[in-house]
């Protein structure tokens, strides 16, 4: 088993570590009713800031904090899925900078939190309301987003292409998530495929759980325009469990998910209750 976990693990890193390594498709700023784009902030170095290029007036931004594929420090690996979210009107804090180098760690999205915590509501980030923050990633973004599960800030856990490396981690990790949280896999072609399965099973019976997988294998639909059809969940996920958005929540409590190819299973959804933002 270890030797098992030991290559899985070389995998899934190495899937991605070569410089230039892209995970982005075309993007003209995402598809939703706010054109996005990204920028930085000098008050947080390392990181690489999505948001609606106008936001009107009154409109309020929750917030995802992002880790990426192979933990590398590109804060613009994902644009097009960053900006497809963004455009629905999602404030994203991604570790890295953008076209950035190097590797990142969980603490990058601890910084994240905090400095959100302390700038929303203020100047520049007036829309951003940091009483509603997820953590995501893919991959190995998405085991720093489980590194998330215990921030009394965070209130929901999204794992795209990931899941625990080890039996024992999912045993010490998962079993212990008590926050709503949605796998979006790549189906058994995926590398992290048995491993979100795995961690999905050994969740504790009462959290609120969603799984999904789209046979298209570990790099999901990134390449394509908008991030296709995990831009288009990820986009309903956040708006459901961070926006209260009832017609985002029937993506996955209905019958829209399946209609567009995801495998379904879930569990206890009717206990995410959000009010509408
Ligand atoms: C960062 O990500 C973008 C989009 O996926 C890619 O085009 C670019 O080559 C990456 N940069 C580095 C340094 O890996
Ligand atoms: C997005 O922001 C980058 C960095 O500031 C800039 O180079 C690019 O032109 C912008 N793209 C759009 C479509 O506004
Ligand atoms: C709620 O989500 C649906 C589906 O994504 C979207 O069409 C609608 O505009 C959203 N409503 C609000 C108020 O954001």
Redesign the pocket.
């Given at each position: 088993m270890k030797w098992i976990a030991l290559i899985t693990a070389a995998l899934v890193t190495r899937a991605a570590v070569a410089?230039?390594?892209?995970?982005?498709g075309p993007s003209n700023g995402g598809s939703g009713p706010y054109l996005a784009n990204y920028s930085t902030d000098s008050t947080l170095t390392g990181h690489t800031l999505f948001a609606p290029k106008q936001i009107p007036d009154g409109l309020k931004l929750p917030v995802l904090v992002w880790g990426e594929g192979g933990c590398?420090a590109?804060g613009?690996?994902?644009?097009s899925l960053l900006n497809e979210i963004a455009s629905y009107g999602i404030f994203i804090i991604a570790s890295g900078d953008p076209?950035?180098?190097g590797q990142t760690t969980s603490k990058m999205m601890t910084d994240a939190i905090n400095w959100v915590s302390q700038n929303a509501g203020k100047g520049k980030y007036v829309n951003v309301d940091a009483t509603r923050i997820a953590a995501a990633g893919q991959s190995c973004g998405g085991l720093e987003a489980y590194d998330m599960k215990d921030d009394a800030r965070i209130s929901a856990l999204g794992i795209f292409n990931s899941g625990q490396m080890t039996e024992a981690a999912s045993k010490q990790i998962a079993s212990t998530i008590t926050k709503p949280i949605f796998f979006f896999l790549g189906g058994s072609s995926d590398i992290a495929y048995a491993n979100g399965e795995r961690d999905y099973k050994l969740l504790p019976t009462d959290t609120p759980s969603w799984k999904g997988n789209l046979p298209v294998g570990h790099s999901g639909t990134y390449m394509e325009t908008d991030a296709g059809k995990f831009g288009v969940a990820a986009v309903r996920f956040l708006q459901w469990t961070l926006g209260g958005n009832v017609t985002a929540a029937e993506y996955f409590t209905g019958p829209s998910a399946t209609t567009d190819g995801w495998s379904v299973e879930s569990k206890n959804l009717n206990k995410i209750k959000v009010t509408s933002l």
């Open positions: 410089q230039g390594f892209s995970n982005s590398q590109n613009t690996m994902f644009l076209g950035g180098t």
